[in-house]
């Protein structure tokens, strides 16, 4: 019965925010406006077409996904490096949206069917409890991911030093958000008038993180969670900022998200990392987008301790997962969409992970239900 | 006799000899595998009659509300079940790996037995094979099953019509998540429990209005949303269902929750999916909540005008399409 009654509040507070936002798209198509609003994290970007939330926004508001998924940016050079060690006998630790993300000629899925091992975790722990039932090889945990993923990846590093465990090392692809969204601002070429910023991101960034996108570039900031109200509501709180041309950073989720962030969370990731310049699969390099391990933690480092040299990798030429991440087309334009490149034989990344634009469009809209 | 399961038991010897009288004639002996023939001879009453085979893996063998045993024996029932038939005789392959627990053995096999004679069907023939330490996980089950077809039914999508209704008997995802569960380990309070049982009395019990039955089946692999888009693949109609009637029980949302699963997804093994004309459907939800494997029973949607297209109505109202999965389930990052 409890459910029936939720059912119907959730559906109450929908159809609320969705004459509200109905409303506010007449008020910008009188102003002659159309806005671009872009959610920033994968996790928004699969709720989004989970709940059909684009079927609540007027012609005039636009929804953008932007490159919040950390296994779409990662570079397919890094998934050759992560093969080459499991071929050379390591274990590799991963989470599971890692397994299909095409490298440079396999995938890590291929690589396990052809006898590599590679474990699925759900928690980067399982890492050490690997390391702990295979004391005879060494486990190689694939630490890819943004600020809410660092910080347990860090965590699980620092039990690793305090328990003296030396058979795990990080082949790490750390990613900043910030740094990101900066370099997309600044892009002349893309239109974003407001951020709907990822609540588990920003715990432990902070808020004040986006600060500088609407106090200098004028950018409407929301810091929403991830149930489809919180979106709906965030949206609505966009749109309201840009119509009354007020752009701020506005936060929803002050329950869990402070003005500066996880303090704690941030000495450790400090304590362990340094910033470094970092590739992002379809936007190139970028400057200070990512962490590295400090020198004298290269030990725990697998290319420095396997002297392995990741390069760049090669990208299917056709892919337009940069295209789809910087926001500048929706993946049913890409023309290899559903066609040559499905959830079952992903020719791009964001085709692979299941917070990738083009894997969420392909199951929930398919150009539109 | 040593604890575990050793080569010599699939040898054909004295060992393979103990293991059958010991384990397998002593619980299934009664009928025609007393005197373990080659080939056990059947009687049938009707002349349509039903047969399937199934093959279990499922790592870990014993998870929260079942294990392979019960499981081998339900997916056989409950796949004759949906082909509107009534179960009669099951055979029970076994393979098992050197170096498996008799006790695990013996616990599978009395599960077999229980859920045998739960769903009123015979253990007639079987097979047991041993292979060494490695080549299989703990055991594997193959069952193949007969079942006597129930006069009046006639499932076919050809007679699916506009309006018709599709019927779900109980929360869907259990089995697939407790398993999951089990795999990695999570220790989780209340958590998803499997419903691994069977489906033949849920289907017994509305054969009088078979005629108004249009299909049936039990979403396993791949979940509600496979068999959704089985029906309608190539057909003139679409389906359309809604979020807040689909039932899911605590412990399963609680995991999906955790993980970014989308149920639909996600396999039941006790759970019957039921297309049929509006006329009827009251009247075979009465009769499903009235059985306990029935009680959460729901109707969840509509066929629609929409071809081949399977739309879900989402908890705020909202539509997506429905996809079948692609692969396996995987967790996410973040
Ligand atoms: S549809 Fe495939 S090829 Fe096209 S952008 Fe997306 S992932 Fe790349």
């Known amino acids: 019965m409890t459910r029936y009654i939720e059912g119907f509040r959730k559906m109450d507070a929908a159809s609320h925010f969705r004459t509200t936002l109905a409303e506010q798209g007449r008020q910008l198509a009188e102003q002659g406006r159309s806005i671009h609003l872009m959610e920033v994290c994968g996790s928004h970007t699969m709720a989004i077409a989970r709940f059909g939330i684009r079927d609540f926004l007027p012609a005039a508001i636009s929804l953008v996904s932007g490159p919040g998924c950390p296994v779409c940016v990662t570079d397919p050079g890094y998934i050759d490096a992560a093969i080459t060690l499991a071929g050379q006998g390591k274990i590799i630790a991963t989470f599971g949206d890692m397994l299909r993300v095409p490298g440079s000629r396999t995938s890590l899925a291929e690589a396990r069917a052809a006898g590599g091992r590679v474990e ?27 600020e809410t993923t660092i910080a347990p990846v860090v965590a699980m590093l620092d039990a690793v030093i305090r328990q003296a465990i030396d058979n795990v090392s990080l082949l790490t692809a750390f990613k900043r958000v910030p740094p990101a969204l900066s370099a997309l601002i600044a892009d002349p070429e893309i239109q ?3 951020l709907l910023c990822p609540a588990h991101v920003s715990a432990i960034i902070g808020a004040d993180a986006y600060r500088p996108y609407a106090e200098q570039y004028g950018v409407a900031c929301v810091v929403a969670g991830f ?41 450790l990731m400090e304590h362990y990392l340094l910033p ?67 959830p079952d034989k992903p020719l791009g990344p964001c085709m692979v992970s299941s917070e990738g634009s083009c894997a969420a469009d392909f199951k929930y809209a398919r150009g539109g239900a | 006799m040593n604890d575990c399961v050793l080569l010599g038991h699939g040898g054909g010897g004295r060992l393979s000899h103990q293991l059958i009288e ?28 039903c047969f399937t085979t199934d093959s279990f893996v499922v790592h870990p063998l014993e998870f929260p509300g079942g294990n392979i045993g019960d499981l081998a024996v339900h997916g056989t029932v409950n796949d004759l079940a949906v082909s509107g ?33 739960q769903c009123e069907v015979a253990v007639v023939t079987g097979d047991t094979k041993v292979v060494r330490r490695g080549q299989c996980d703990g055991l594997y089950i193959n069952t193949s099953g007969i079942g006597e077809a129930i006069p009046g039914f006639a499932l076919s999508l050809s007679r699916v019509g506009l309006g018709d209704c599709i019927l779900v008997s109980g929360p869907l995802g259990d089995h697939g998540a407790a398993v999951l569960s089990a795999r990695e380990g999570f220790q989780m309070q209340n958590g998803p429990l499997s419903d691994s049982r069977p489906v033949h009395r849920l289907v017994q019990s509305v054969a009088d209005l078979a005629a108004d039955i249009r299909f049936m089946r039990d979403p396993t692999r791949g979940g509600l949303a496979t068999v959704l888009n089985e029906m309608t693949a190539g057909q003139s109609y679409g389906i359309r269902i809604r979020a807040r009637d689909l039932p899911f ?83 996410r990052i973040c």
Not at chain 1, 234 to 248: A, F, I, M, Y
Not at chain 2, 22 to 27: D, G, K, M
Not at chain 2, 302 to 328: C, F, K, N
């Open chain 2, 249 to 331: 029980s605590p412990g399963t949302n609680a995991l999906a929750e955790m993980l970014g699963l989308d149920l639909l997804h996600v396999a039941s093994e006790g759970c019957l999916v039921l297309l049929c004309a509006e006329s009827v459907a009251a009247a075979i939800l009465a009769r499903w909540q009235a059985l306990p494997e029935g009680v959460d029973a729901r109707a969840i949607g509509r066929v629609t005008d929409q071809a081949g297209r399977v739309i879900l109505e989402t908890a705020i109202g909202g539509q997506r399409v429905v996809d079948v999965p692609s692969g396996e389930l995987l967790p």
């Open chain 2, 22 to 49: 010991q384990e397998i004639v002593a619980r299934f002996g009664q009928g025609p595998l007393q005197t373990l023939p080659d080939a056990a001879t059947l009687e049938l009453d009707s002349r349509r009659i």
């Open chain 1, 227 to 267: 149930e489809p109200l919180d979106i709906l509501y965030g949206l609505q709180g966009l749109t309201q900022q840009l119509l009354e041309n007020r752009p701020h950073v506005d936060n929803q989720y002050g329950r869990v998200v402070k003005a500066e962030g996880n303090r704690q969370a941030q000495r």
């Open chain 1, 276 to 342: 470094a310049d970092a590739s992002w699969r379809g936007l190139g390099t970028i400057p200070a987008s990512g962490l590295v391990l400090r020198p004298e933690f290269a030990r725990f480092d697998a290319v420095h301790r396997h002297g392995i040299l990741p390069t760049p990798g090669r990208i299917n030429p056709r892919c337009q997962c940069g295209e789809v991440l910087k926001g500048k087309i929706r993946p049913a334009q890409c023309p290899l969409f559903g066609v040559a490149c499905h």
């Open chain 1, 120 to 146: 699925v975790c759900y928690s980067p722990l399982t890492a050490i409890e690997l390391a702990r039932n295979h004391p005879e090889t060494e486990v190689v945990f694939l630490a890819v991911g943004f």
């Open chain 2, 85 to 117: 038939a009534r179960p009669r005789w099951l055979s029970l392959g076994l393979i098992l790996e050197e170096g498996l627990p008799l006790a695990t053995l013996r616990r599978v096999l009395d599960s077999v037995q229980r859920a045998a004679e």
């Open chain 1, 192 to 194: 974003i008038d407001g």
